[in-house]
């Protein structure tokens, strides 16, 4: 993925991140200033510190977002955890001998372990131990963080943290509702452990399409994956039509591998609306950020229509016009062939009408 991308969507997770480690140098050079009242210039302590935290932060998003990113996904939370607490401080204390190296040969000074220690921890106090352990602390703490962050994604997570939602508000989203075909027969041949494998597999290969395309994966229910846009990206070069297709091309570039491992190349629908819902938090031993609102059953609903028109892709008439209305989109209509289904009832709604498009590409490969 492109650097600027993934700084960009994980910015709320960065932001905590380098405020822990900054508070936590800050934290430290206070108790240091406690315990030596005749120690060096306050304010020079301070800037060491914040200079430290930054410094520190900085290596840990680089480590996590450039190097382990998508390293050990199938291993267990705990040893994720330690694992890459490790690497980090095996990494930071390189970091911090190559520093102390340079500094030692410019002052042409012998270089030892006890120097390096006073070099690098004098402002902790009289014990370095104690700096190691909080260092080790700190990392275990900002790992977890990483992982809760992914668990939930970077934007809920941060979400979660400001409490932007605590209060339920109304916003416009685009909707994706996707799922597999023929999946209760690909259930039935491979299995109940082989078929989650399948799904794994299948919505992980998904995912980097997704999240590029600047949506947030909000839900998974069985076969089916939910997806949200903000009104500004998923109107910005087409991100909400164009990720169906980059999805498609996905899993046609990976089919060898699904024939291989499972025996099939698996195929997919999706349905795309848009409107107002309302986002909020519900829920109390386990809470959880959900979208409401007519745009979220009307899309599933749509999502049941693909089989029996015989299509894989119906957008509403909604979501055209939010499309054509926008000041800016990089998407070329001429790429895509769009037919009109024609005003459909929807199950649970057979007193409205709702008119829905095919979308297909153009010169596209059979389906």
């Known amino acids: 993925m492109r650097v600027g991308f993934i700084l960009r969507k994980n910015r709320g997770t960065l932001l905590i991140v380098l405020g822990i480690w900054v508070a936590f140098h800050l934290f430290v050079a206070w108790l240091t200033l ?30 996590e ?39 030692t040969y410019v002052l042409q000074q012998p270089a030892s372990w ?15 131990r104690v ?10 703490i900002t790992n977890f ?18 409490g932007k939602y605590h209060s339920p508000r109304e916003e416009f989203r685009v909707v994706m509702f996707l799922d597999v075909k023929d999946s209760t027969a690909i259930a039935e041949q491979l299995g109940n452990l082989k078929y989650h494998e399948f799904l794994n597999e299948f ?34 070069k087409g991100y909400a039509i164009r990720s169906f ?33 309302v986002v909020g938090e519900v829920g109390d031993t386990k809470k959880e950020i959900v979208f409401h609102g007519d745009v979220i059953n009307t899309g599933s609903r749509i999502l049941d229509q693909c089989k029996p028109l015989g299509v894989d892709f119906l957008v509403t008439r909604a979501v055209l016009e939010s499309f054509r209305r926008a000041r800016r989109t990089g998407l070329n209509w001429e790429n895509y062939r769009l037919e009109s289904m024609g005003a459909i009832r929807l199950r649970g709604k057979e007193e409205e009408e709702v008119e ?7 010169n596209s490969p059979e389906r």
């Not at 006890?114 to 004098?122: D, G, I």
């Open 34 to 63: 406690l315990g030596q009242p005749d120690g060096p210039d306050v304010r020079a302590r301070y800037q060491a510190a914040l200079e430290s935290g930054l410094l520190f932060g900085l290596l840990n998003i680089l480590i």
């Open 65 to 103: 977002l450039f190097v382990l990113r998508r390293q050990m996904r199938k291993w267990p939370l705990l040893l994720v955890l330690l694992t890459r607490t490790f690497i980090l401080l095996v990494l930071a204390f390189a970091f911090a001998w190559l520093g102390f190296w340079v500094a």
């Open 114 to 128: 006890q120097a390096f220690l006073r070099f690098h921890f004098s402002e902790y106090g009289h014990s370095p």
């Open 131 to 140: 700096a190691v352990v909080l260092l080790i602390l700190v990392s275990f």
């Open 145 to 162: 963080v990483w992982q809760i962050s992914r668990t939930l994604s970077p934007e809920r997570f941060y979400n979660y943290i400001t």
């Open 203 to 236: 919505f992980y290969d998904l995912d980097e399409v997704i999240a590029r395309h600047e949506g947030e994966i909000y839900q998974y229910v069985g076969d089916e994956v939910i997806v949200v846009w903000h009104k500004e990206y998923a109107r910005y």
């Open 245 to 277: 297709f980059r999805c498609r091309r996905r899993i046609r570039r990976l089919g060898a591998k699904y024939q291989q491992k499972y025996g099939f190349v698996p195929g997919f629908r999706a349905s795309l609306h848009s409107g107002q819902v």
């Open 356 to 362: 829905v498009f095919s979308v297909e590409e153009r």
